[in-house]
């Protein structure tokens, strides 16, 4: 069974930051592409950040020059940093480890809510 564990959600105002961590095991962590999605009330699911093949980062153009994903090996954990934060960066964010590259599953993290407030 694949456990994504998030943590670092909350409240914070406009023009906060906060950092989201993701712990996976190391089995998933070393054979996965992760990254982080986001929903919003009424919208569907969306990319915010990932690391694709190749160690490549994809980033949502909304969030560029603002988040930053990074993984921590020992720790196994993946982390978006997110800063300057908007009222429209309001969402459930979630880990994802896409391991379809391995001839597996794609897999969801139970979401963290976010929220951007004054």
């Known amino acids: 069974q694949v456990q994504l564990v998030e943590s670092g959600g909350g409240l914070v105002q406009p023009g906060g930051s906060l950092r989201l961590s993701c712990a996976a095991s190391?089995?998933?962590?070393?054979?996965?592409?992760l990254g982080w999605y986001r929903q919003a009330p009424g919208k569907q699911r969306e990319l915010v950040a990932a690391?694709?093949?190749?160690?490549?980062?994809n980033y949502a153009d909304s969030v560029k020059g603002r988040s930053t994903i990074s993984r921590d090996s020992a720790k196994n954990t993946v982390n978006l940093q997110m800063n300057s934060l908007k009222p429209e960066d309001t969402a459930v964010y979630y880990c994802n480890a896409d391991r379809r590259r391995w001839g597996l599953g794609n897999y969801w993290g139970q979401g963290t809510q976010v929220t951007v407030s004054s």
């Open positions: 190391r089995s998933i962590f070393s054979a996965s592409d």
């Open positions: 690391f694709t093949s190749g160690g490549r980062t």
